[in-house]
């Protein structure tokens, strides 16, 4: 160990060996020791070369001041004292808005209105509940038909209930002025007798012409009831039951279809007779017949035998009679 003796301008050395019993050196001035703390702050290390510092030692606050003064700070209510709403503007947490300065102006800020403040209830100046029965499907509603009429507080519009707009570009639809149709028209009614369609002239007194249900076609006038009728008369039949029917242009006819089992035709005799097959032939058919091209030695013609839905034969009165024979089936009405 070196001891060095500070207070003189050449200090001595003293070298301490280490012998048995221990060197005790006795000096008058202040020791340093080499690599070690000579002072802190005035403060002299203890024998064991500490030196003990306290905070007022070094200006330092006494333990716990640090944590106190953060916790005043943070729950102040005006640590700055630049909060312009401290104090008396400062609504206390614990009194649930009890502290408000006006309470209704408060309440029309925040868009309550006065509901906020009605009681629940079915008289006037109460709110009604969610399971109030006025609101069920099972009160009568005030009438108010009026109000939604054309003219009325609120309209029902045609486009609001998809009803038909009535504009000319709408083609649902046929103008009472007129227009034309591009699809099918069906009108069903009750009974067959009953008109389905009909039309006449302007200032008539009657229709002048009516389609019944049932399909058959009345026609008259128009001065008064209709009096001529056409359409079915039976299975695949078609006629009037009331009226002639009458060719009123000359050159114009009956023409009717000719060929196997047809109503009119033509047969060729041989040695003056011809069976001619017709299933539609009837007991009470009237043959009608003519000579269309003579042959042979023409005789007069008739209808000498029938089976009804087979046949007909038609003889001459002359054996040698070669003729081509026209024939007409009618059938009485």
């Not at 070369?49 to 640090?66: C, F, H, K, M």
């Not at 609001?160 to 591009?182: M, P, S, W």
């Amino acid at each position: 160990m070196r001891i060095a003796v500070t207070g003189e301008a050449d200090p001595d050395t003293i070298d301490v060996t280490g012998g048995q019993p221990a060197t005790i050196i006795e000096v008058d001035t202040r020791i340093g020791i080499d690599g070690g703390v000579a002072t802190v702050n005035g403060l002299q290390p203890d024998s064991s070369g500490n030196v003990q510092i306290t905070a007022p030692d070094v200006n330092a606050e006494p333990a716990g001041t640090t944590a106190a003064a953060v916790t005043a700070h943070s729950v102040a209510a005006d640590p700055h004292g630049d909060r312009a709403w401290a104090g008396a503007n400062q609504l206390a947490k614990t009194a649930n808005l009890a502290d408000l300065g006006d309470p209704p102006t408060a309440r029309n800020n925040l868009g309550l209105g006065n509901s906020a403040t009605r009681n629940i209830g079915t008289t006037a100046g109460t709110v009604a509940a969610g399971d109030d029965t006025r609101l069920t499907d099972a009160r009568t509603p005030t009438a108010h038909a009026a109000s939604h009429a054309s003219g009325g507080t609120d309209p029902v519009t045609a486009a609001a209930i998809g009803a038909l707009t009535q504009a000319v570009a709408d083609l649902r639809y046929l103008l009472l002025t007129g227009g034309t149709l591009a699809g099918t028209v069906t009108n069903n009614v009750g009974a067959a007798a009953t008109t389905a369609f009909g039309g006449g002239v302007t200032g008539d007194a009657f229709d002048r012409w009516r389609i019944l249900a049932s399909g058959q076609l009345q026609l008259g006038p128009g001065t008064v009831t209709r009096d001529t009728t056409w359409g079915r008369q039976g299975v695949a039949q078609v006629g009037t039951a009331d009226s002639d029917v009458i060719i009123g242009l000359a050159g114009k006819g009956l023409r009717v279809k000719e060929g196997t089992n047809a109503k009119m035709g033509v047969a060729t005799l041989t040695a003056g007779t011809v069976t001619v097959a017709n299933t539609s032939i009837t007991a009470t058919s009237r043959v009608f017949l003519t000579c269309q091209t003579p042959g042979g030695t023409p005789g007069w013609l008739r209808v000498s035998a029938r089976t009804a839905g087979t046949s007909f034969t038609i003889l001459s009165s002359s054996a040698s009679d070669t003729s081509v024979v026209g024939w007409l089936i009618v059938e009485p009405a």
